[in-house]
C-alpha cells in the first residue's frame, strides 16, 4: 500500500504540472484569506459564477480588516446572487474573529481554525494547505467522487461511516512535499477528469490505479444520497406600496431562509384575504402604505442555518 500510494501521488503530481489550472483568480497571489474567501464561495457553486463574484469581493474586500469592519449589509450585497447566505454571514463573523482574537493573521493550526464559524474539517484543509502550503486533507466533493471511485467504495459518502473511511484514505494519501499542488491536483482530477457522469478515466493519471474503473462502474460512485423530500413551504409577501410608490422591504430574521436578507414582508401561510394583513401592529402602523397585491409563493427549502 506505502509504496502504491507514492506511485499514485507522483503520477497525480506529475499530472497537474501539466494540465492542472494555475489561473484561477484566487491562485494568484495566493494568501490563507484569499483561498479561504474562494473556499466558501465555491461551496455548493460552480467555479464560472464564483469567479466575477471572487472579484467584486476580492476588489471591495482585499483583506481580513476590511471586511471585518464592513456593515454586514455591504457583505451580504456583493454575495447578492450565491445563495447560501449563511455563508456569507459566517465569513463576515470570522473576519471579525480573525481581526480581534488573531491580529488579522490566519491561525496556523488545523483544530483552530475549525473552530471559526463556517469553517469545517475541509475547508481548515484547503487554507492550511493551498494557502500556507502545509500537509492537510481536503474531501469537497470533487476529491470524495475520485477516492469512492479510486478505491470503489460503497454507500453515500456523507454518511458517517463512509465519511470515516475517506478521510482516512485522504489522509493517507498526503504527501509530505508541494502540499499546495498535491490538494490542487486532486480538485483539478475531481473537476476535470473525474467529473460525475462522463469520466474520463483514458487520460487519468490513476486509471490503472482505479478499482471502480476496472470493474467497468466508474458512475456508480458515489452512492447517490438517499432520497428524501424536501419540505414545500407556502408563505404570503406583501407589496406596500407608498405615496412616493416606494416599496415595503423588511430585514429578515439572520436565521432561516434568506437570513438577513431585505426582502417583501413575509406573513405566514395562513392568510385568507389580504385584508389580514393588518394582521399587527407592525403593518397597522404602517399608516400611508396602501396594500396594492399580495402574492402567494411556495417553495421547497433547504435549511439555511
Ligand atoms: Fe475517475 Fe476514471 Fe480516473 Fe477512476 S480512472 S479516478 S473513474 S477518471
Known amino acids: 500500500m506505502q509504496l502504491q500510494t507514492k506511485k499514485i501521488q507522483k503520477v497525480i503530481l506529475e499530472w497537474f504540472d501539466k494540465n492542472g489550472r494555475k489561473n484561477l483568480p484566487w491562485q494568484k497571489a495566493r494568501t490563507p484569506y484569499r483561498v479561504w474567501v474562494s473556499e466558501i464561495m465555491l461551496q455548493q457553486t460552480q467555479v464560472t459564477t464564483v469567479i466575477p463574484y471572487f472579484e467584486r469581493f476580492i476588489k471591495k474586500f482585499p483583506d481580513v480588516k476590511s471586511l471585518a469592519n464592513a456593515p454586514e449589509d455591504e457583505v451580504l450585497e456583493l454575495w447578492a446572487g450565491l445563495g447560501y447566505y449563511a455563508r456569507a454571514r459566517n465569513l463576515h463573523k470570522t473576519a471579525k474573529i480573525i481581526q480581534q482574537e488573531y491580529k488579522g ?12 464559524p463556517g469553517i469545517g474539517r475541509s475547508t481548515a484543509g484547503a487554507i492550511f494547505s493551498l494557502g500556507m502550503n502545509q500537509p492537510a486533507a481536503i474531501l469537497d466533493g470533487n476529491v470524495k467522487r475520485v477516492f469512492t471511485r479510486l478505491h470503489a467504495i ?3 459518502p456523507n454518511a458517517s461511516k463512509t465519511l470515516k473511511q475517506l478521510w482516512q484514505i485522504a489522509e493517507d494519501y498526503l504527501p509530505n512535499e508541494r502540499a499546495a499542488d498535491y ?10 477528469l473525474c467529473t460525475p457522469t462522463q469520466p474520463n478515466c483514458k487520460s487519468c493519471p490513476v486509471q490503472k490505479y482505479c478499482l471502480a474503473h476496472a470493474q467497468d462502474k466508474t458512475t456508480d460512485y458515489p452512492t447517490p444520497k438517499p432520497t428524501k423530500s424536501l419540505p414545500v413551504r407556502s408563505s404570503h409577501f406583501l407589496i406596500l406600496v407608498n405615496n412616493q410608490q416606494e416599496i415595503l422591504l423588511e430585514k429578515r430574521p439572520p436565521a432561516g431562509i434568506w437570513g438577513g436578507l431585505w426582502s417583501l414582508p413575509e406573513c405566514g401561510s395562513n392568510l385568507s384575504s389580504p385584508h389580514e394583513a393588518k394582521r399587527d401592529a407592525e403593518f397597522s402602523s404602517i399608516s400611508k402604505n396602501v396594500l396594492k397585491t399580495w402574492c402567494r409563493k411556495n417553495y421547497a427549502c433547504e435549511i439555511d442555518s
Do not use: K, R
Request: net charge negative; proline share 4%.
Open 183 to 192: 490538494t490542487q491536483a486532486m480538485m483539478d482530477l475531481g473537476a476535470l
Open 105 to 116: 493573521t490566519f491561525p496556523n493550526d488545523l483544530l483552530l481554525l475549525q473552530e471559526l
Open 154 to 156: 460503497d454507500g453515500y
